[in-house]
């Protein structure tokens, strides 16, 4: 995710590129998914693709539905060999905001069919997820204002910067980190325990802002977690349960709700008003 600056967000400073050696591999469950969404056909959609398929033939993922959004339907996805192109693999061209509009009301509109559904995040892409649930405030509430404010103050993390947007990015590393860590108990840049994690620090610091006056719904963080072969997702179900919240809560009258797009190290916020 980047800023509109142009610097990086939540995987700031990222670069394609991986770990030494081969990708890291876990040992856990076969996991089964409805449709996973790859968030970009270019060179970070394309090692996600490529891992995924790794993945797939080594028995630990499995899909019914593998789509990668893009605006250019000649996006180098499209270009893989066909030893490194997964099954049900589908690019499709259009803009992600267009798409998740789409996408994400049809998972709001059938939360069972969608509860397998996951959606592979680009370490260069704007705050999609919050920009969909303020979609969904506007057509709600058409005659309210629902709008982006800055943080009260900024979480103690080591890094932080916000965008013109006020989304605000933040980090606990203030170092390069590659496309594929996984974020394990040991740190592999520090070498040391990581002692640390976005979405507990982020609990405190709404519970510190509404303890200060500054009262903010949630956080509701959708999490983007290792799953197989250096590939991150965040669960659909999370962002429709996210979005039911804000309906109910905003059916009572104003309010300011904290979203976040969050791993252990990393995380893009929207402090969001209800007027």
Excluded: K
Aim: charged share 20%.
């Amino acid at each position: 995710m980047s800023t509109a600056d142009g610097t990086s967000g939540p995987e700031h400073g990222a670069r394609c590129t991986a770990l030494p050696g081969s990708a890291p591999r876990m040992t856990r469950a076969h996991q089964r998914f409805g449709t996973i969404v790859v968030v970009g056909g270019g060179c970070y959609g394309g090692y996600y693709v490529r891992q995924l398929g790794r993945a797939e033939r080594a028995g630990a993922v499995s899909w019914e539905r593998l789509l990668v959004v893009d605006r250019d339907a000649s996006c180098p996805v499209t270009r893989l060999p066909a030893g490194e192109r997964p099954p049900r693999l589908e690019v499709v061209a259009e803009d992600w905001d267009a798409f998740f509009e789409q996408f994400l009301a049809d998972a709001a509109a059938d939360p069972v069919t969608a509860s397998g559904d996951a959606i592979v995040p680009s370490p260069l892409m704007p705050h999609l997820m919050a920009g969909w649930l303020m979609s969904r405030a506007r057509a709600r509430w058409p005659d309210r204002e629902v709008a982006i404010a800055p943080l009260g103050r900024t979480p103690d993390v080591r890094w932080e910067r916000a965008g013109e947007d006020h989304t605000h990015y933040v980090s606990f590393a203030d170092w390069m980190c590659p496309i594929n860590c996984i974020e394990p108990e040991v740190c592999p840049h520090t070498r040391g325990p990581r002692d640390w994690s976005m979405p507990p620090a982020l609990r405190e610091y709404a519970a510190a802002e509404s303890a200060a006056g500054r009262p903010v719904e949630g956080p509701y963080l959708f999490r983007c977690l290792h799953r197989a072969y250096g590939v991150g997702m965040l669960d659909v179900r999370d962002i429709v349960e996210a979005d039911a919240a804000i309906a109910a809560r905003g059916a009572q009258g104003p309010a300011t709700f904290l979203v976040g797009t969050v791993s252990h190290c990393h995380g893009a916020l929207r402090r969001i008003t209800l007027a």
